[in-house]
């Protein structure tokens, strides 16, 4: 592969997890850059809390190692690994209809980096930057819903108010005119459960008879919530990945009589509605083109500098980060 030769090596620094719970930061030098490459300077970076989570733990089950891999990710799991995919940066070095532009691009946490260019996404005009983070999730609700396939007017609930629950419960209102509930135990996310166009319910509160519940909470009591809200014959789309965690699912009482159906969603695919016509590239673009409303700012709800990154992880795999949605990582150069 020829290189540029007038581009110097650098050095960047980049988050390890270097073993189940430990997180350190590690230098790494960049080489002269390829030809048909892109070098990234990182703006932000943001921290999955579901898969990253369960990556950071060790949760990762041996079965699902190979299919687990991130894009650019190194390492093999359960560790050391460089694991991430929300990074937006600003390309420096490269192909000239490239300089300048923000991108968004599926890499870990990294300060600089370089890949090819057709790797990377522009991020559209209208869309900060600080924003642009929320495209995975963004795509993983847009993925769910076209799995789902409501139609308009449906009586949709939601089971699960972190950032993809919220995303599914803003599109299924604003993009498909949905009467959307959303359920979390948490009441002080009412207020921003009615700005994303939908209303709020504790579960034992919750109205039951929904035409679609799509269920975020990862937890064993948020997808029993799920199967009793749901109306006769309707649909349960299962967002949460639980690892390597054993999860009691209620397939008794009515379950069978109601003939409910129980359906996965996950964003590795394309929905089976769009496949025909839709690439990865393609819905990830549409996702980005998703984050122009302002209000989903409120989302992203914590930041820290990327030298914090490995005290952030360990924070956010503990019990007392419930209040956390979206975590930014801000780079400095």
């Not at 993983?140 to 699960?160: E, F, K, M, Q, Y």
């Not at 390597?244 to 590795?268: C, D, I, W, Y």
Request: glycine share 8%; net charge neutral.
């Amino acid at each position: 592969m020829p290189f540029n030769s007038d581009q110097p090596s650098l050095v960047a620094q980049a988050c390890w997890i270097v073993a189940p719970g430990r997180a350190e930061v590690r230098s790494e030098t960049l080489p002269p850059l390829a030809d048909g490459h892109v070098q990234v300077r990182t703006l932000h970076t943001a921290v999955s809390r579901g898969t990253e989570g369960l990556v950071f733990r060790g949760e990762v089950p041996r079965s699902e190692w190979q299919r687990m891999r991130a894009p650019f990710q190194q390492g093999d799991f359960p560790g050391p690994v460089k694991y991430g995919y929300v990074n937006v940066g600003v390309v420096e070095a490269g192909s000239a209809p490239w300089l300048g532009r923000t991108v968004f691009c599926l890499y870990p946490h990294q300060t600089r980096y370089q890949v090819s260019g057709d790797a990377v996404l522009p991020v559209p005009e209208g869309v900060p930057a600080s924003r642009a983070i929320l495209a995975p999730q963004m795509e993983t609700a847009l993925n769910a819903l076209w799995d789902a396939g409501p139609a308009r007017g449906s009586r949709v609930s939601v089971v699960g108010g972190g950032v993809i629950g919220l995303l599914v419960a803003f599109l299924a209102a604003r993009e498909h005119g949905c009467q959307v509930q959303v359920v979390d135990t948490e009441p002080s996310r009412a207020a921003l459960v009615e700005s994303m166009g939908a209303v709020f319910s504790a579960p034992e509160a919750a109205a039951g008879d929904a035409d679609l519940v799509v269920h975020t909470s990862a937890t064993a009591a948020g997808l029993a919530t799920a199967l009793r809200l749901a109306a006769f014959e309707a649909t349960v789309v299962e967002l949460s990945w639980y690892g390597n965690r054993a999860v009691n699912v209620p397939l008794g009482e009515a379950f069978h009589s109601r003939r409910l159906t129980l359906k996965s969603s996950q964003v590795g695919h394309v929905a089976p509605s769009r496949r025909a016509d839709w690439s990865h590239r393609r819905r990830l673009a549409m996702a980005l083109s998703l984050l122009s409303d302002p209000v989903l700012d409120q989302l992203v709800t914590d930041s820290a500098p990327f030298h914090q990154l490995p005290g952030v992880l360990q924070r956010l795999a503990g019990a007392g980060a419930a209040a956390t949605l979206c975590h930014r990582i801000d780079y400095n150069d």
